[in-house]
């Protein structure tokens, strides 16, 4: 059984509005260091790009790392030039991490090696940094959608698969999560695939549903901030005052 305290250093806590701005991040930022002084320490935060520079100077003290979504997160539209440089600017920036939505168009078409060339291209900018490729669950719906997804984006160099946006369509669901971890416990151990938990998780005991399905599949060692992630606004806060 993991604790609180364990759960909460697995979390990428979220603010993805439409109304953030530089003053609701910053109170944001305070609020994730104050958890972190209360003994609740997070894994990372993660924002929209335009706030990597501000996040980055803020938990430039702490061991917090600094995500972003990017390469026109939530929905991965436009040029392929634009969703790149999206994602330079931000490591320009500094972060330690990158979320980005796998092209689902060039799936639903069956252009597989598309998918995977976006995801490499994308993988190209950041050797040393983590990519986390987001599936979208909720709309791949089937199991084989969701494997056959699964694998074309750790083939791309993916480090992490993730489940969801939180936006448009359905967050995480335990089927979806079993599937993604099997194609990782399938996949070459050599390569070390992580796996975000994104969406729907509030409570305490809806994590750990999941960590007990991910243990099933991938043993305990996996549960780690390495390997395991998962994405959450309200979880933090329900687990401090459960």
């Known amino acids: 059984m ?12 979220t603010s993805l509005n439409s109304f953030d701005s530089e ?9 994730t260091l104050n958890y972190k002084k209360q003994g609740f320490p ?17 938990l430039k003290d702490s061991p917090i790392k600094v995500a972003v979504v990017a390469g026109n997160f939530p929905n991965s539209q436009g040029f392929l030039s634009t969703k790149l440089n999206e994602c330079e600017l931000a490591l320009e920036a500094g972060v330690d ?4 939505v ?4 060039a799936f639903d078409d069956r252009n597989y090696r598309h998918v995977v060339d976006e995801v490499n291209a994308f993988k190209g900018l950041m050797p040393d940094k983590c990519l986390k490729v987001i599936l979208e669950t909720g709309y791949l719906k089937t199991p084989d959608r969701i494997k056959l997804a699964s694998e074309l984006a750790i ?7 993730k489940t969801s946006t939180g ?7 335990l089927e979806a999560v079993e599937i993604m971890a099997q194609v990782i416990a399938a996949n070459d151990p050599e390569q070390k695939v992580g796996l975000k938990i994104s969406g729907g ?5 809806d994590a750990l549903e999941y960590l007990q399905l991910v243990e099933k599949h991938l043993g305990k060692s996996f549960i780690t901030p390495d390997l395991l992630r998962i994405g959450a606004s309200s979880l933090v806060t329900n687990l401090m005052n459960d």
Request: net charge negative.
């Open 42 to 58: 997070v894994a990372a935060v993660c924002f929209y790009p335009n706030f990597a520079a501000q996040a980055v100077y803020a």
């Open 23 to 31: 003053n609701s991040i910053e109170k944001f930022l305070k609020q």
């Open 97 to 100: 991490e990158i979320d980005i």
């Open 167 to 173: 936006k448009e369509f359905p967050g995480a669901t």
């Open 2 to 13: 993991w604790t609180k305290k364990e759960v909460c250093s697995l979390v990428d806590l």
């Open 155 to 161: 083939e791309g160099g993916a480090d992490f698969i």
């Open 102 to 105: 796998l092209n689902l168009g």
């Open 201 to 205: 998780v509030r409570t305490y005991e």
